[in-house]
C-alpha cells in the first residue's frame, strides 16, 4: 500500500516465517492435511461427533453430491448471501467466470444438493497434488441437516479419487467460526506468520472482519437489498487492501 508521502506497508503472506524480527501478525491458521489413498477411508479421518453429523446428512436428508460447472450461477447466488449476512462485499459473477475460463482445468465447482435445492456450493482449486476449497456459500439452514460436514467429507473423497494426496482447508481467522468448523472436521491449524515492512509511523493494519471501525459498513451491508449488494460488490472489493 503506497500513501501519498511514501509507502504505508508491505505485507508478506508465508506458510513460514522469513528471518529476522520484522513485525508479524498470527492473526490467520491454515488448515492442511494428508489425504488416505482409499477413499472410503476419508470419514474416518473426521471426529466422532461430525462424523455422526455427516452420515446423518447422507442416510437423513437425502442430499446430493455433485460436480457442475453450469452451477457457476448457483454457487455465486450462496455466496453472495453468505457475504451478506457477514456484512462483507463479494466478487460478481463475471470474476468467478474469469477464473473458469482462465483455469478450466483447475477450477471446480460442487454442490450438495437436497430435493431441487442446492444448500451447500463450494468453488475449489486443483494445483498439482493438493485440492484448495477456496470460495464458498451455503443456505441458512444448511447446517440443521450437516450439509456443510456433508460437502467437505464428500470433497475429500472426491480429491482421493481424482489421485490428489492433499487437502486445503483454506485460512481462517483464529478462534473465529470457520476456525472452529475445520477443527472439528479434522483439520488441525497451522499459524500463518503475516510479516509487514512498515513505512516511518505507521502500524500493522487491522483490516479485518472483527475491526469495531468496521461495524457500521457491515451493517450497511447486512441490511442491502441483494441486487444492490451485487453491483456494488466488486467497487467495494476494490477498496480492500
Given at each position: 500500500?503506497?500513501?501519498?508521502?511514501?509507502?504505508?506497508?508491505?505485507?508478506?503472506?508465508?506458510?513460514?516465517?522469513?528471518?529476522g524480527d520484522l513485525p508479524r501478525s498470527?492473526?490467520?491458521?491454515?488448515?492442511?492435511?494428508?489425504?488416505?489413498?482409499?477413499?472410503?477411508?476419508?470419514?474416518?479421518?473426521?471426529?466422532?461427533?461430525?462424523?455422526?453429523?455427516?452420515?446423518?446428512?447422507?442416510?437423513?436428508?437425502?442430499?446430493?453430491?455433485?460436480?457442475?460447472?453450469?452451477?457457476?450461477?448457483?454457487?455465486?447466488?450462496?455466496?453472495?448471501?453468505?457475504?451478506?449476512?457477514?456484512?462483507?462485499?463479494?466478487?460478481?459473477?463475471?470474476?468467478?467466470?474469469?477464473?473458469?475460463?482462465?483455469?478450466?482445468?483447475?477450477?471446480?465447482?460442487?454442490?450438495?444438493?437436497?430435493?431441487?435445492?442446492?444448500?451447500?456450493?463450494?468453488?475449489?482449486?486443483?494445483?498439482?497434488?493438493?485440492?484448495?476449497?477456496?470460495?464458498?456459500?451455503?443456505?441458512?439452514?444448511?447446517?440443521?441437516?450437516?450439509?456443510?460436514?456433508?460437502?467437505y467429507w464428500r470433497l475429500m473423497q472426491?480429491?482421493?479419487?481424482?489421485?490428489?494426496?492433499?487437502?486445503?482447508?483454506?485460512?481462517?481467522?483464529?478462534?473465529?467460526?470457520?476456525?472452529?468448523?475445520?477443527?472439528?472436521?479434522?483439520?488441525?491449524?497451522?499459524?500463518?506468520?503475516?510479516?509487514?515492512?512498515?513505512?516511518?509511523?505507521?502500524?500493522i493494519p487491522e483490516v479485518h472482519p472483527?475491526?469495531?471501525?468496521?461495524?457500521?459498513?457491515?451493517?450497511?451491508?447486512?441490511?442491502?437489498?441483494?441486487?444492490?449488494?451485487?453491483?456494488?460488490?466488486?467497487?467495494?472489493?476494490?477498496?480492500?487492501?
Open positions: 500500500m503506497v500513501g501519498s508521502e511514501g509507502y504505508r506497508f508491505c505485507e508478506w503472506r508465508c506458510r513460514t516465517p522469513p528471518p498470527e492473526r490467520y491458521a491454515s488448515f492442511l492435511r494428508e489425504l488416505p489413498q482409499d477413499p472410503e477411508e476419508c470419514l474416518a479421518l473426521i471426529p466422532r461427533k461430525s462424523r455422526a453429523s455427516t452420515r446423518q446428512a447422507r442416510d437423513r436428508h437425502g442430499l446430493s453430491f455433485v460436480e457442475d460447472p453450469s452451477r457457476l450461477t448457483q454457487f455465486h447466488r450462496l455466496f453472495l448471501l453468505n457475504k451478506r449476512r457477514l456484512g462483507s462485499p463479494a466478487f460478481s459473477l463475471d470474476f468467478f467466470q474469469d477464473l473458469m475460463q482462465t483455469f478450466p482445468r483447475r477450477a471446480r465447482v460442487h454442490v450438495v444438493v437436497r430435493g431441487n435445492c442446492v444448500v451447500v456450493a463450494v468453488l475449489s482449486f486443483i494445483d498439482r497434488d493438493t485440492l484448495h476449497c477456496y470460495f464458498s456459500g451455503s443456505v441458512p439452514e444448511a447446517d440443521s441437516v450437516g450439509a456443510s460436514n456433508y460437502m472426491w480429491a482421493v479419487e481424482q489421485g490428489l494426496e492433499r487437502f486445503d482447508f483454506g485460512r481462517s481467522r483464529v478462534d473465529s467460526g470457520p476456525y472452529h468448523f475445520k477443527r472439528h472436521m479434522g483439520f488441525e491449524p497451522r499459524l500463518l506468520p503475516y510479516v509487514f515492512i512498515l513505512g516511518v509511523g505507521e502500524r472483527s475491526n469495531k471501525k468496521f461495524s457500521l459498513a457491515q451493517k450497511v451491508i447486512r441490511n442491502l437489498p441483494v441486487p444492490v449488494l451485487e453491483h456494488l460488490g466488486p467497487l467495494l472489493m476494490s477498496l480492500v487492501p
